[in-house]
């Protein structure tokens, strides 16, 4: 790992796990999906393996007894329907990017297939959303992280060069997309990955989260 600090004029943040705490909903939204295709409730460790094998795109083998494609569905569904009232901001999510917001420009890529308008809303009920010029959802590229399309179209509305620029993110698709673009890569314990499933996509700096981010960035 750099013990550089990061001198960049663009910060691209994850949502899930990395600004928002969305443990509670995947719990609740696997709850839901298990109940509409009639398998038993899941432990939770479970419950939270399905986002994470959703983003990597691996089967869920092993987890959902039932046909796959209809579980996604239920889930998908349900994720998106309690994500607006049982997510959380990350513990100093607020103070942090009121710092980060004066010495860069801010946008949020996550792989959410939801219009941008809607994650807008999902932060603004926290007073998140004004730190944000710029939100990129799996609705508005074909190929989603760890493509590196939404930190190119993200980098591009921002105007700066992705040299330039740091992704933070608390998943490996988050480092992989940022190492392919090109950018910096920042992972965040504050999510569903293991210090050791991050350290292995070789990011540029590790913290515990996003509250760490204003001692390494210039």
Request: with cysteine; charged share 20%; glycine share 4%.
């Amino acid at each position: 790992m750099s013990s550089v600090k990061l001198n960049v004029k663009g910060i691209m943040f994850d949502l899930d796990g990395t600004i928002l705490d969305t443990r509670p909903a995947y719990i609740e939204a696997a709850r839901i999906a298990c109940q509409a295709t009639g398998q038993e409730p899941l432990p939770d460790t479970l419950a939270l393996e399905i986002p994470k094998r959703m983003e990597q795109r691996r089967t869920l083998a092993g987890i959902v007894k039932t046909d796959s494609k209809i579980f996604l569905q239920a889930y998908r569904k349900a994720f998106y329907g309690v994500s607006i009232t049982m997510t959380r901001p990350m513990q100093g999510a607020a103070e942090t990017l009121e710092i980060l917001a004066c010495k860069s420009k801010l946008a949020v890529i996550t792989m959410r297939f939801m219009p941008a308008k809607t994650v807008c809303l999902e932060l603004k009920q926290f007073r998140l959303d004004k730190y944000f010029a710029h939100v990129v959802t799996a609705l508005d590229t074909p190929k989603p992280k760890p493509s590196p399309e939404a930190l190119i179209k993200a980098v591009a509305a921002m105007d700066v060069q992705m040299c330039d620029c740091v992704i933070v993110g608390d998943s490996t698709v988050d480092v992989i997309a940022g190492k392919s673009a090109g950018s910096k890569t920042v992972a965040v314990l504050s999510g569903l990955y293991s210090r050791a499933e991050l350290a292995a996509t070789n990011p540029d700096f590790m913290l515990s989260s996003i509250s760490e981010l204003p001692n390494i960035i210039a």
